[in-house]
């Protein structure tokens, strides 16, 4: 097992170039299972969740070959099965996108329930079952999801989500990409990475319209081609680094990102004394006096982002005055807030909402990553805590961030990724 240790209280300088998004590669990788050629995907991020599905497809019969470590051609030509391999499935949440493929390309689909991270939420898949279900396909839920189209392929229908959501507005786009007529999808969600699956899937002959509104038309064809697409950068990362200058002091430059993307970030950061600076394909962060308290809800994007609602909270903890964190998403996600409070953060959760006390600093611990978000969030905290804290956990941190350890390094961080036992952590928690 890992742990990172961290010897906080510096502020971060330097450069740090963003890797392509994760919550756009683990969708468009399945995608690439529609396709009836070679695939080249292009600024692939070099992390444990698209590892596991490379794997997926590999069991499932595709052809993964890496061109180098950021770019990868996939040939799914070879598959012949639809049963997802449980032992797999079972490490991510978005081994859930596996059925809307299977289901486009074969009009079935075995996989078991999705795992991933648990940060305390309901995360129900039945807004993706109701859209299967509209274009005619029967679905069962139990150990494993069974969906399989009548008549062996899926039928274009009108879908009405009755919650905004990502997850189901991608699947629902990829079972419809090759269906028999037209798909409507209203009320689907709108953010970077569902106009990234769209472009992906467009690209490789399918006819996709209004991704990035909330209503999508997908016009079935009857097969997708080869093709070459480039993954967008990741907003949560960027957004990540962001939080942490600061959390920390500093002045970083980040590298290789859409500005607009981050306009919802950018904002609350602004409102708290941060300066942020856009040029390009760049934004330049700093932060050299007290951080100001703020308001901040998590909604649909255009809205502030859920992914980044951990990292933002931990910055509001080193803010002067009271703030109040709403979470608009999910029902709840602050699981990590007791890991913050053991580190001194001043933190009250009542149901959706987080009152936070700002602190003039937090105090070195060791603390427990409890799912990707919350990761990045202690990740942050530490780095900002002066004294020597470990984090142990970070398994679920790898599986979206892309060598954390050595970005950070390079901004002047003092962390290093180190092996433990089970038996370690637990003394050094019950000493914390």
């Known amino acids: 097992m890992q742990k990172y240790i961290v010897r906080g209280g510096r502020p971060l300088y330097g450069e740090v170039r963003i890797s392509g998004a994760k919550n756009a590669a683990v969708a468009i990788i399945p995608a690439a299972l529609l396709v009836d050629g070679v695939c080249r995907i292009e600024n692939v991020p070099q992390i444990s969740d698209v590892t596991v599905l490379l794997k997926i497809l590999d069991r499932l019969g595709a052809n993964i070959r890496f061109l180098n470590p950021t770019d990868v051609e996939i040939d799914c030509r070879g598959v012949r099965t639809t049963h997802v391999p449980q032992e797999l499935a079972h490490k991510l949440r978005a081994s859930y996108y596996l059925i809307g493929a299977l289901l486009g390309r074969f009009g079935s689909a075995e996989v078991s329930m999705p795992g991933g991270c648990n940060f305390g939420g309901v995360r129900p898949i039945d807004q993706h079952v109701k859209g299967f279900a509209a274009m005619g396909a029967d679905v069962r839920e139990g150990d494993y999801i069974v969906a399989n189209a009548k008549g062996g392929r899926m039928k274009g229908a009108s879908v009405y989500l009755d919650v905004v959501s990502v997850g189901a507005t991608m699947n629902i786009m990829m079972a419809a990409s090759l269906a028999e007529g037209t798909t409507i999808i209203e009320n689907a969600a709108k953010e970077p990475h569902i106009v990234d699956l769209a472009n992906f899937l467009n690209s490789m002959g399918a006819n996709i319209k209004g991704a990035g509104t909330d209503t999508i038309r997908v016009f079935g064809v009857d097969s997708l081609h080869g093709g070459t697409y480039a993954i967008i950068p990741d907003q949560i990362e960027a957004g990540t680094y962001m939080a942490a200058v600061a959390a920390t002091g500093g002045e970083v430059l980040v590298r290789g990102i859409i500005p607009k993307h981050m306009d919802c970030i950018t904002a609350k950061l602004q409102e708290m004394g941060v300066t942020v600076e856009e040029k390009d394909d760049t934004l330049l962060i700093r932060r050299e006096g007290a951080l100001s308290r703020t308001n901040v809800k998590t909604l649909p994007y255009p809205g502030f982002p859920t992914d980044m609602q951990p990292q933002i909270t931990t ?62 969030a202690m990740v942050v905290a530490t780095l900002a805590a002066p004294g020597t804290s470990e984090i142990t956990g970070v398994q679920y941190i790898e599986r979206g961030y892309e060598d954390i350890v050595g970005k950070l390094r390079s901004l002047g961080a003092d962390i290093q990724s180190v092996e433990y036992s089970d038996d370690e952590e637990f003394i050094q928690r019950q000493i914390g």
């Open 315 to 376: 910055v509001l903890a080193l803010a002067q005055g009271t703030s109040i964190v709403t979470e608009g998403v999910w029902d709840n996600r602050y699981r990590y807030v007791g890991e913050l409070m053991r580190m001194g953060a001043q933190i009250h959760v009542e149901g959706r909402t987080a009152i936070v006390e700002g602190v003039s600093h937090l105090k070195p611990a060791t603390v427990q990553a409890f799912d990707l978000r919350a990761g990045a």
